[in-house]
Nanobody, 117 residues
């Protein structure tokens, strides 16, 4: 089992920045893919970004060049640096951890990001 706890959400003005963190604990195998997803009101959950254990990254087109995903394996933590935020980035952001050994994905409870003036 892997437990994920997100932090760093909040209210920010358009054009501002936020940094989300997600700390993992439990039984963690070295081969894993971490990610961030988001769900806006009335919409389905969508991919924001992922990062493999080898630090290969993938981004949704809507956040490329504005968001950066990174990870600290020693701390079992994944980060999402969000710059140039737009009102359409408002959503609950969820951290994910995919265990390739057991083909299992774990989710955090989410953190709310609100972009508004």
């Amino acid at each position: 089992q892997v437990q994920l706890v997100e932090s760093g959400g909040g209210l920010v003005q358009p054009g501002g920045s936020l940094r989300l963190s997600c700390a993992a604990s439990g039984t963690i195998f070295s081969i894993n893919t971490k990610g961030w997803y988001r769900q806006a009101p009335g919409k389905e959950r969508e991919l924001v970004a992922t990062i493999t254990s080898g630090s290969s990254t993938n981004y949704a087109d809507s956040v490329k060049d504005r968001f950066t995903i990174s990870r600290d394996n020693a701390k079992n933590t994944v980060y999402l640096q969000m710059n140039s935020l737009k009102p359409e980035d408002t959503a609950v952001y969820y951290c994910s951890h995919f265990d390739h050994v057991h083909n299992t994905v774990y989710w955090g409870k989410g953190t709310l990001v609100t972009v508004s003036s």
